[in-house]
């Protein structure tokens, strides 16, 4: 027997998953490791001033990280992917 299961766009968050962006935002301005450095807090500030321009966090971050240098841009990229895990952990 053959099963197919099709699952849609909405499934998460009928689960009650917090997997807006819109959610990890809420989580991502509130969290700090205490040792942001300005880059960090510049790009949380740009985020909270700017929230409808982050509906689309790859479209938003993509035009952000092009003004400023590459070292930054890569820190902040990964300290973004590390929120996001920590926000919407990948289930082991």
Partial sequence: MNIVYLIGNGFDLNLGLQTK???F???YLTHSEGNDSPHIKDLKDH???NRENWSDLEFALGDYLRM??????????DHLVDHLS???????
């Fill in 21 to 23: 962006y819109q959610h």
């Fill in 25 to 27: 935002y809420d989580y």
């Fill in 47 to 49: 985020i909270k001033n």
């Fill in 68 to 77: 400023i240098n590459t070292d930054d841009a890569v820190t902040l990229h």
């Fill in 86 to 92: 920590k926000h919407c952990p990948v289930p082991k």
